[in-house]
């Protein structure tokens, strides 16, 4: 049994589809604590296309006018990527997970940040509690500054620390029949 567990987490690790290859119609639900404040997230997969799967992010906010954005999940040069498209154009926002990366692995993100794959765990939120998750630790070079992003295999994201944004974590997933 143990070596299926292990198996399984070498072979989730050597390919990033598990955290980010999701038919359309699977959702996620987070929330965001950020001081006294929350904020609800809805992620819905609208596609999957060419290897990218392309979401809607809405997210409610205080003053009640939700922020709607459409987001993009997709390997690029052996990097997992989450973008943001912005006039039809995808615009990088984190390099998530380099594939094939283990434990203690650092590589490079862009001009400003590095990130480093800190092993799996286990992570409890309020949708449940999540065995092997990938938790990636991004940090702005030269400062100290540093995010965090938990993902587990079949679900994606789970929760991530973001300072002055708080932490969000995942209240409900829905995968798509």
């Known amino acids: 049994m143990r070596i299926a567990m292990l198996l399984s987490v070498l072979l989730v690790q050597d390919s990033a589809e598990p955290y980010y290859r999701f038919k359309a119609g699977t959702s996620w639900k987070l929330i965001q604590k950020r001081d006294d404040k929350e904020i609800r997230v809805e992620l819905t997969v609208t596609k999957l296309e060419e290897g990218k799967t392309t979401l809607e992010s809405k997210e409610s906010r205080p003053d009640g006018e939700p922020r709607i954005e459409t987001m993009l999940w997709?390997?690029?040069?052996?990097?997992?990527?989450?973008?943001?498209?912005?006039?039809?154009?995808?615009?990088?926002?984190?390099?998530?997970?380099?594939?094939?990366?283990?434990?203690?692995?650092?590589?490079?993100?862009?001009?400003?940040?590095?990130?480093?794959?800190?092993?799996?765990?286990?992570?409890?939120?309020?949708?449940?509690?999540?065995?092997?998750?990938?938790?990636?630790?991004?940090?702005?070079?030269?400062?100290?500054?540093?995010?965090?992003?938990?993902?587990?295999?079949?679900?994606?994201?789970?929760?991530?620390?973001?300072?002055?944004?708080?932490?969000?974590?995942?209240?409900?997933?829905?995968?798509?029949?």
Do not use: C
């Not at 995808?90 to 990366?101: E, T």
């Not at 800190?118 to 309020?126: L, N």
């Not at 990938?134 to 079949?154: E, I, N, Q, S, Y």
């Open 74 to 177: 997709h390997v690029e040069k052996g990097m997992l990527m989450w973008s943001i498209v912005h006039d039809g154009k995808a615009r990088p926002l984190f390099n998530l997970f380099k594939v094939g990366s283990k434990k203690g692995d650092t590589w490079e993100g862009d001009q400003e940040t590095q990130a480093e794959n800190m092993g799996t765990e286990e992570v409890k939120v309020p949708a449940g509690t999540y065995k092997d998750v990938l938790h990636v630790r991004v940090t702005r070079k030269g400062k100290d500054d540093t995010m965090d992003f938990w993902f587990a295999p079949k679900v994606g994201l789970v929760k991530m620390e973001i300072p002055k944004k708080g932490v969000t974590e995942l209240t409900e997933f829905k995968e798509a029949p």
